[in-house]
Protein backbone atom coordinates (compact mmCIF):
# COMPACT_ATOMS: atom_id res chain seq x y z
CA UNK A 1 0.00 0.00 0.00
CA UNK A 2 0.82 3.39 0.07
CA UNK A 3 1.43 5.42 3.54
CA UNK A 4 2.93 9.12 4.33
CA UNK A 5 4.05 9.75 7.40
CA UNK A 6 4.01 12.97 9.11
CA UNK A 7 3.71 14.51 12.99
CA UNK A 8 0.10 15.22 13.71
CA UNK A 9 1.15 18.25 15.51
CA UNK A 10 4.23 20.25 16.67
CA UNK A 11 4.75 23.42 19.04
CA UNK A 12 7.07 26.25 18.00
CA UNK A 13 8.35 29.44 19.35
CA UNK A 14 8.23 33.06 17.66
CA UNK A 15 11.32 33.11 15.52
CA UNK A 16 12.41 30.15 15.94
CA UNK A 17 13.17 27.22 13.36
CA UNK A 18 11.20 24.34 13.14
CA UNK A 19 11.56 20.65 11.32
CA UNK A 20 8.71 19.42 9.92
CA UNK A 21 9.36 15.62 8.89
CA UNK A 22 7.54 13.05 6.19
CA UNK A 23 8.48 9.77 4.95
CA UNK A 24 6.65 7.96 2.66
CA UNK A 25 6.06 4.81 1.10
CA UNK A 26 4.79 4.45 -2.38
CA UNK A 27 4.74 3.00 -5.89
CA UNK A 28 6.94 4.88 -7.48
CA UNK A 29 8.41 8.44 -7.01
CA UNK A 30 7.65 11.57 -9.23
CA UNK A 31 7.95 14.13 -6.96
CA UNK A 32 7.27 15.40 -3.57
CA UNK A 33 4.94 18.37 -2.51
CA UNK A 34 4.57 20.58 0.57
CA UNK A 35 1.59 22.59 0.88
CA UNK A 36 0.10 25.08 3.47
CA UNK A 37 -3.00 25.03 4.49
CA UNK A 38 -4.47 27.81 7.45
CA UNK A 39 -7.31 26.96 9.25
CA UNK A 40 -10.85 26.99 7.24
CA UNK A 41 -8.86 27.52 3.72
CA UNK A 42 -7.83 26.08 0.86
CA UNK A 43 -4.00 24.28 0.57
CA UNK A 44 -1.06 26.55 -1.06
CA UNK A 45 2.18 25.81 -2.63
CA UNK A 46 5.04 25.91 -1.04
CA UNK A 47 7.61 23.36 -2.83
CA UNK A 48 8.30 20.54 -4.61
CA UNK A 49 11.50 18.33 -4.70
CA UNK A 50 12.35 15.55 -6.99
CA UNK A 51 16.05 15.34 -6.83
CA UNK A 52 17.38 14.82 -3.36
CA UNK A 53 18.59 17.72 -1.45
CA UNK A 54 17.73 21.10 -0.65
CA UNK A 55 15.48 23.75 -2.00
CA UNK A 56 15.68 27.24 -0.31
CA UNK A 57 12.61 29.75 -0.76
CA UNK A 58 13.24 32.79 1.86
CA UNK A 59 12.12 31.55 5.08
CA UNK A 60 10.87 27.91 4.13
CA UNK A 61 13.37 25.22 2.79
CA UNK A 62 12.79 21.68 1.93
CA UNK A 63 14.60 18.37 1.71
CA UNK A 64 14.55 15.22 -0.08
CA UNK A 65 16.44 12.20 0.36
CA UNK A 66 14.98 9.24 -1.98
CA UNK A 67 17.06 6.34 -0.61
CA UNK A 68 15.25 7.06 2.57
CA UNK A 69 11.74 7.94 1.24
CA UNK A 70 12.16 11.05 3.72
CA UNK A 71 11.38 14.70 3.37
CA UNK A 72 11.24 17.88 5.57
CA UNK A 73 10.50 21.24 5.99
CA UNK A 74 12.38 23.73 7.23
CA UNK A 75 10.90 27.06 8.72
CA UNK A 76 13.50 29.68 9.73
CA UNK A 77 11.99 32.84 11.49
CA UNK A 78 8.93 31.48 12.81
CA UNK A 79 6.15 34.38 12.68
CA UNK A 80 2.48 33.90 14.16
CA UNK A 81 1.21 33.81 10.95
CA UNK A 82 2.91 30.46 10.04
CA UNK A 83 0.52 28.64 12.18
CA UNK A 84 -1.23 26.62 9.55
CA UNK A 85 -0.82 22.83 9.10
CA UNK A 86 1.69 21.44 6.62
CA UNK A 87 0.90 18.92 4.02
CA UNK A 88 3.32 16.35 2.39
CA UNK A 89 1.85 14.92 -0.44
CA UNK A 90 4.34 12.44 -3.20
CA UNK A 91 3.25 12.13 -6.99
CA UNK A 92 3.30 7.86 -7.48
CA UNK A 93 3.94 6.30 -10.56
CA UNK A 94 0.51 7.37 -11.72
CA UNK A 95 0.92 11.61 -11.87
CA UNK A 96 -1.61 11.01 -8.54
CA UNK A 97 -0.70 12.78 -5.49
CA UNK A 98 -0.89 10.91 -2.23
CA UNK A 99 -1.15 13.37 0.58
CA UNK A 100 -0.32 12.84 4.23
CA UNK A 101 -2.42 13.68 6.90
CA UNK A 102 -0.85 16.87 8.07
CA UNK A 103 1.07 18.06 10.56
CA UNK A 104 -0.86 21.12 12.59
CA UNK A 105 2.20 23.92 13.49
CA UNK A 106 1.25 25.80 16.39
CA UNK A 107 3.45 29.31 17.17
CA UNK A 108 3.02 30.70 20.97
CA UNK A 109 4.86 34.29 21.43
CA UNK B 1 -3.13 33.17 -15.59
CA UNK B 2 -5.16 30.43 -14.19
CA UNK B 3 -8.11 30.68 -11.90
CA UNK B 4 -10.36 28.66 -10.31
CA UNK B 5 -14.04 29.17 -8.73
CA UNK B 6 -16.01 27.09 -6.24
CA UNK B 7 -19.54 27.94 -4.83
CA UNK B 8 -21.25 28.12 -2.90
CA UNK B 9 -18.97 28.91 -0.09
CA UNK B 10 -20.94 27.30 2.39
CA UNK B 11 -23.69 25.00 2.71
CA UNK B 12 -26.23 23.75 5.35
CA UNK B 13 -28.54 20.44 4.27
CA UNK B 14 -30.66 18.52 5.54
CA UNK B 15 -30.48 14.61 5.79
CA UNK B 16 -31.41 13.24 2.75
CA UNK B 17 -31.25 15.99 0.62
CA UNK B 18 -30.01 16.51 -2.40
CA UNK B 19 -26.34 18.76 -3.24
CA UNK B 20 -24.85 20.08 -5.81
CA UNK B 21 -21.46 21.41 -5.85
CA UNK B 22 -19.51 23.16 -8.67
CA UNK B 23 -16.67 23.97 -9.69
CA UNK B 24 -15.30 25.90 -12.94
CA UNK B 25 -11.20 26.35 -14.03
CA UNK B 26 -10.67 29.52 -16.08
CA UNK B 27 -7.15 30.47 -18.49
CA UNK B 28 -6.39 26.81 -19.09
CA UNK B 29 -7.11 23.65 -21.35
CA UNK B 30 -7.78 20.29 -21.09
CA UNK B 31 -6.76 20.31 -16.92
CA UNK B 32 -7.16 17.50 -14.63
CA UNK B 33 -9.94 17.80 -12.42
CA UNK B 34 -10.27 16.77 -8.93
CA UNK B 35 -12.78 16.82 -5.74
CA UNK B 36 -11.21 15.87 -2.31
CA UNK B 37 -13.02 15.59 0.90
CA UNK B 38 -11.50 16.84 4.33
CA UNK B 39 -13.21 16.17 8.14
CA UNK B 40 -12.64 18.72 10.69
CA UNK B 41 -8.80 18.57 11.28
CA UNK B 42 -7.86 15.93 9.28
CA UNK B 43 -5.82 15.29 5.80
CA UNK B 44 -7.50 15.35 2.18
CA UNK B 45 -9.63 12.54 0.99
CA UNK B 46 -9.49 12.23 -2.89
CA UNK B 47 -13.07 11.51 -4.15
CA UNK B 48 -12.73 11.74 -7.51
CA UNK B 49 -10.67 12.74 -10.54
CA UNK B 50 -11.10 13.64 -14.15
CA UNK B 51 -8.43 13.28 -17.47
CA UNK B 52 -11.45 14.67 -19.77
CA UNK B 53 -14.79 15.12 -20.62
CA UNK B 54 -17.15 13.05 -19.34
CA UNK B 55 -13.99 10.43 -17.82
CA UNK B 56 -14.46 10.26 -13.79
CA UNK B 57 -12.70 7.79 -11.80
CA UNK B 58 -13.85 7.28 -8.36
CA UNK B 59 -12.15 6.57 -5.43
CA UNK B 60 -14.48 6.14 -2.37
CA UNK B 61 -17.80 4.30 -3.18
CA UNK B 62 -20.27 6.74 -1.50
CA UNK B 63 -23.64 7.91 -2.18
CA UNK B 64 -21.51 10.99 -4.25
CA UNK B 65 -20.88 11.14 -7.61
CA UNK B 66 -19.18 13.95 -9.99
CA UNK B 67 -20.07 14.84 -13.39
CA UNK B 68 -17.71 16.57 -16.11
CA UNK B 69 -20.20 17.69 -18.98
CA UNK B 70 -17.45 20.60 -20.14
CA UNK B 71 -13.97 20.73 -20.03
CA UNK B 72 -13.61 22.95 -17.84
CA UNK B 73 -16.90 22.36 -15.38
CA UNK B 74 -16.99 19.33 -12.51
CA UNK B 75 -19.54 18.94 -10.41
CA UNK B 76 -20.16 17.10 -7.12
CA UNK B 77 -23.65 15.54 -6.76
CA UNK B 78 -25.89 13.23 -4.27
CA UNK B 79 -29.31 12.40 -4.45
CA UNK B 80 -29.39 11.96 -0.68
CA UNK B 81 -27.04 13.75 2.23
CA UNK B 82 -26.32 11.60 5.00
CA UNK B 83 -24.74 13.22 8.12
CA UNK B 84 -21.42 11.74 7.16
CA UNK B 85 -21.12 13.46 4.26
CA UNK B 86 -19.91 17.15 6.15
CA UNK B 87 -17.20 18.54 5.51
CA UNK B 88 -14.95 20.59 3.78
CA UNK B 89 -14.74 20.09 -0.08
CA UNK B 90 -12.38 21.13 -2.16
CA UNK B 91 -12.02 21.54 -5.86
CA UNK B 92 -8.03 20.96 -7.68
CA UNK B 93 -6.65 21.50 -11.01
CA UNK B 94 -3.53 20.11 -12.68
CA UNK B 95 -2.30 20.44 -15.85
CA UNK B 96 -2.58 17.24 -17.63
CA UNK B 97 0.89 16.17 -19.21
CA UNK B 98 2.81 13.41 -17.23
CA UNK B 99 5.00 15.36 -15.43
CA UNK B 100 4.98 18.28 -12.61
CA UNK B 101 1.48 18.30 -11.20
CA UNK B 102 1.04 20.62 -9.01
CA UNK B 103 -2.21 20.76 -7.98
CA UNK B 104 -3.85 24.19 -7.81
CA UNK B 105 -7.23 24.17 -4.99
CA UNK B 106 -10.37 26.00 -5.14
CA UNK B 107 -11.14 28.05 -1.88
CA UNK B 108 -13.53 25.30 -0.96
CA UNK B 109 -17.15 24.88 0.22
CA UNK B 110 -18.08 24.02 3.97
CA UNK B 111 -21.19 21.30 4.02
CA UNK B 112 -23.12 20.81 7.09
CA UNK B 113 -25.47 18.21 7.14
CA UNK B 114 -28.04 18.43 9.86
Known amino acids: GQNIDQPTEMTATEGAIVQINCTYQ??????LFWYQQHAGEAPTFLSY??LDGLEEKGRFSSFLSRSKGYSYLLLKELQMKDSASYLC??????????WGAGTKLIIKP | SQTIHQWPATLVQPVGSPLSLECTVE??????LYWYRQAAGRGLQLLFY??????ISSEVPQNLSASRPQDRQFILSSKKLLLSDSGFYLC?????????????FGPGTRLTVL
Open chain 2, 92 to 104: AWSEAAFSYNEQF
Open chain 2, 27 to 32: GTSNPN
Open chain 2, 50 to 55: SVGIGQ
Open chain 1, 26 to 31: TSGFNG
Open chain 1, 49 to 50: NV
Open chain 1, 89 to 98: AVSDSNYQLI
